[in-house]
């Protein structure tokens, strides 16, 4: 069993940078598929991205392609997601998950654990 902890959330102008990241307690880390989703207000959560256990399989949502890369440490038990050029439609709670099956995905119910959450605000 793993516990998600996110932090780094903050404000940041638009076209800014933020690093999140997600610290799992257990042992058995680097079995666990990690993905990251957000949840803006009155909005429902949506995938962001996700990465296998070894870090060799990534997967973005469209809307964050090419902005967003998604990266782990398993020596560290960590999982990192790089903010770059934030837009106004980026705002909202960023959630880890950490799922068993190892199997990265856009599912939520791929995932078996989730952790509380980091707010972003993007603001000029």
């Known amino acids: 069993q793993v516990q998600p902890v996110e932090s780094g959330g903050g404000l940041v102008q638009p076209g800014g940078s933020l690093r999140l990241s997600c610290a799992a307690s257990?042992?058995?880390?680097?079995?666990?598929?990690m993905g990251w989703f957000r949840q803006a207000p009155g909005k429902e959560r949506e995938f962001v991205a996700a990465?296998?256990?070894?870090?060799?399989?990534?997967y973005y949502a469209d809307s964050v392609k090419g902005r967003f890369t998604i990266s782990r440490d398993n020596a560290k038990n960590t999982v990192y997601l790089q903010l770059n050029s934030l837009k106004p439609e980026d705002p909202a709670v960023y959630y880890c998950?950490?799922?068993?099956?190892?199997?990265?995905?856009?599912?939520?119910?791929?995932?078996?654990?989730w952790g509380q959450g980091t707010q972003v605000t993007v603001s000029s």
């Open positions: 998950a950490a799922g068993r099956s190892g199997i990265p995905g856009s599912n939520p119910r791929l995932y078996d654990y």
């Open positions: 990465i296998g256990g070894s870090g060799c399989s990534t």
């Open positions: 257990g042992r058995t880390f680097s079995r666990y598929a």
